[in-house]
């Protein structure tokens, strides 16, 4: 049926959970049909809101239309639009920000309540009613199972080719009788390359023709080249330790301009025959798997420019047999990244000097996407690290600051932090060896004396002499920003 009938069967107040994750294989026509609808009912003068949970961000077609039409109460979880954003950061809707493992078994735990509708995105439907993913497998595989009703949108732009790359594992269940999960290697098959559905909950099937959210990337700056050098030279210093091999461990590798420019690094690096276990596969991968570095990688969707998808269908043979899609609670398990030892690389708004990270509040206030999969890689992981640039807006702000304005990942996750000023290797250090380590290897020279300012009046006035800190003065910097626009104190 038209999309514009699909989305009548939504109702104001429902849950509906959608396909879609890092703008790729979330619905297409549906969203904006509904979007449309919600318009007109408040044009009506009635409400019209509802909940949408997805895997993570999608796009305009989706997060962005239903955002300006003010039809959504809550959402869950990561989110990228700037529609979107803008109305969470004004206080005009509820947002909840949850590690991207911890979402389908939250929602089977009961925590989201029931879930009215499930839209998903598929590339195909088999003659035995199964579905074929899209290009991401997110939190489908719970949708349809959890929704009382489903919609299916067939997209025929997305390359049929993909069929055959999923694995999507059904031996998940709720505690007390949960059994380990047995994927030892990241290339190890352990579900089925379809979705399950309930035929008699299918109430509609939309067609459309339509490409993902393209991502386009920054080109590669000094600044992130940088950053790139830092992370191979430490990688190197591992292999000569002893404490990695020359394939080092699965990487996974978070979004964003940053991620995308070191995974471009790691080719200068020379590696050959590499994995990754990650969540999202970048232009950055793409290119690492083209060309030997990655011989294997397994996430849980693309997240491609308009050239990375154009190289993805001209070379889909090629990668067919060097990827696999699973479900977002297996590509995010914390069990599978502790047991593959999974070296955790992403992006971060702001550290303190203990090692505090800040992936998603500017100012301790203003969310940018969210925490996505990073914390359940940091906390899991072999090795996590976090990589910034030194300072943002000009140099109006420091990524290295007294006391993080927000936490998503505490110093007890975090043993690697990077920016173009150099890299501080944390293992092994007490709070005080820390922060001088990142204030002497991270900071800005900007802020550099201003930290050790900070750092040498807390040793001597802090209430405990074991993670010093002046209290009153903690925060003092983003107050500054707020009031002067800058960081540094005026001259
Ligand atoms: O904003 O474009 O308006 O100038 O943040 O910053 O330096 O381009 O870095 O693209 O790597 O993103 C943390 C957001 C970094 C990302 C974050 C501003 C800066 C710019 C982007 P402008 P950069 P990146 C797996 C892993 C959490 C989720 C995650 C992220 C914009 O890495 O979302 O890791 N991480 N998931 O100017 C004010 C600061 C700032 C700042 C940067 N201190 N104050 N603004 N910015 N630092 C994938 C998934 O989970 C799906």
Known sequence: MSAEQAATFVKPGMTVAMSGFTGAGY?????????????????????????????????????????????????????????????????????????????????????????????????????????????????????????????????????????????????????????????????????????????????????????????????????????????????????????????????????????????????????????????VIQDGMLQLIKDGTIEFASATSFSLSEAGIAEFNKNVDHYRDRILLRAQEISNHPEIIRRLGCIALNGMIEADIYGNVNSTNVLGSHVMNGIGGSGDFARNGYLSVFMSPSTAKDGKISGIVPFASHVDHTEHDTMILITEQGLADLRGLSPKQRAQMIIDNCAHPDYRPLLQDYFDRARKESYGKHTPHLLGEALSWHERFRTTGDMRPAQ
């Open 27 to 279: 619905p297409k026509a549906v969203p904006g049909a509904l979007a449309k609808l919600i318009g007109d009912e408040h044009d009506a003068g009635r409400d019209f809101k509802i909940n949408v949970l997805t895997g993570a961000s999608t796009a305009p077609e989706l997060d962005g239309v239903l955002a300006k039409a003010e039809g959504m109460n809550l959402r869950l979880p990561y989110m990228s639009d700037p529609e979107l954003r803008r109305r969470i950061n004004e206080g005009n809707m509820e947002y909840m920000d949850i590690h991207l493992s911890h979402v389908a078994q939250h929602a089977w735990f009961g925590f989201y309540g029931k879930i009215d509708l499930a839209i998903v995105e598929v590339v195909g439907v088999t003659a035995e009613g199964d579905l074929i993913p899209s290009s991401s497998v997110g939190n489908n595989k719970t949708w349809l199972e959890m929704a009382d009703k489903v919609i299916i949108e067939v997209n025929s732009q997305q390359s049929a080719a993909m069929d055959g790359m999923h694995d999507v594992y059904y031996g998940t269940a709720l505690p007390p009788h949960r059994k380990p999960i047995d994927l030892t290697t990241v290339r190890d098959r352990i579900g089925q390359k379809y979705l399950n559905v309930d035929v008699n909950k299918i109430v509609a099937v939309v067609e459309t023709d339509a490409p993902d959210r393209l991502s386009p990337f920054a080109p590669v700056d000094a600044t992130s080249e940088k950053i790139a050098d830092h992370l191979l030279g430490f990688l190197d210093y591992e292999i000569r330790a002893g404490r990695l091999s020359e394939k080092l461990l699965p990487l996974q590798s978070g979004v964003g301009n940053i991620a995308n420019a070191v995974l471009a690094g790691l080719a200068r690096g020379g590696y050959k025959g590499l994995t990754a276990y990650t969540e």
